[in-house]
C-alpha cells in the first residue's frame, strides 16, 4: 500500500504560517502526502502581505506535470493561483487527471484577499480563480468570498462563518446534490494565520483517504477546530495553529458540532 498523494498547487508564506506551508502540515496530520506546486511568492509575515509575485507558468506546469505522470493523485487542493494564467495552466492539469479519474476529488480555497484586505495575487482575484470555479469538488469560502462568488451549481460549498459574530463560529454546508448540514464550532480568542489553508486542506487529505464529503467535512473541521484551540505564537499578532498529527490532537474523540464538548 502507497500513502495517498494530494496534489497542492498555492502560494509560499515565508512566516510558515500558511499557503504551502499550512497545507502540507495538515495533510501530514490526516496520514496523507502532499506534492507541493507553488504557485506564488510572498513577501509577508503572520499579519500582513505586502507583495505576491506569481511564479512562471510554463514552471508550474512542468512541476505539475512530472507529479502526475509518477504519483496516483487520490485528491487536489488549491490556494491562490497567483495570476490567471496560472490559473488556466492548473485547469489544464485538472483536465489531464479528470480524464483518468472523473471522480478525483478537488478542494479549493477560493481566497480573494488576506485577512488584512491585502491582494494576493495580479489583477482581479475573483477573474483569476473563474477557470477553476467550475472544476471544484468541494469550495470552501469565508463569507465574504461566498458572498462575491454566488452559488455554484454542482459543487459542495462549506461556507465558513469565522467572519460573523457571536460566541460560535457557525459552517454551512450547502451540497451539490441539495444536501445541507451546519455545524458551530465555539469561538476561540485571537486570530490565527492559516486556518483556512488548514481547513481545505484537511479536507482535501480526508477524501484522499477515501472519506465521503460529508464525514471529511466534519473531520476536517474537527482537526482545525483543536489546531486553532492549540495555536501558538511566534510573534505579536495572528497565531499559528498547531498542526499535530490528527490522533494526537483528536485521539478517539471529536467536538460535538453544536456544544463544542467531546464525544467518541
Known sequence: MTTPCVLVFAGLDPSGGAGIAADIGAIAAQGAHALPVVTALTVQDNNRVHEVVPV?????????????????????????????????????????????????????????????????????????????????????????????????????????????????????????????????????????????????????ARLARGDGVEQALERAQAYCHAALAQSFAIGPGQRIPRRQPAFETIPFETPHPTTGAMQP
Do not use: M, Y
Open 56 to 204: 512562471n507558468t510554463a514552471l508550474l506546469a512542468r512541476q505539475a506535470a512530472v507529479l502526475v505522470e509518477r504519483f496516483a493523485v487520490k485528491a487536489v487542493k488549491i490556494g491562490i493561483p497567483g495570476s490567471r494564467a496560472n490559473a488556466e495552466a492548473i485547469a489544464a492539469v485538472l483536465a489531464l487527471l479528470r480524464a483518468r479519474d472523473p471522480a478525483l476529488p478537488v478542494v479549493l480555497d477560493p481566497v480573494l484577499a488576506s485577512g488584512h484586505g491585502d491582494l494576493l495575487g495580479h489583477g482581479d482575484a475573483l477573474h483569476a480563480l473563474a477557470p477553476l470555479l467550475a472544476l471544484a469538488t468541494v469550495l470552501v469560502p469565508n463569507l465574504p468570498e461566498a458572498g462575491r462568488i454566488g452559488p455554484l451549481p454542482g459543487a459542495h460549498v462549506l461556507v465558513t462563518g469565522g467572519h460573523g459574530a457571536g460566541d460560535a463560529v457557525r459552517n454551512d454546508w450547502h451540497g451539490a446534490g441539495g444536501e445541507a448540514r451546519s455545524w458551530s464550532w465555539p469561538r476561540l480568542a485571537g486570530q490565527f494565520h492559516g486556518s483556512g489553508c488548514t481547513l481545505a486542506a484537511a479536507i482535501a
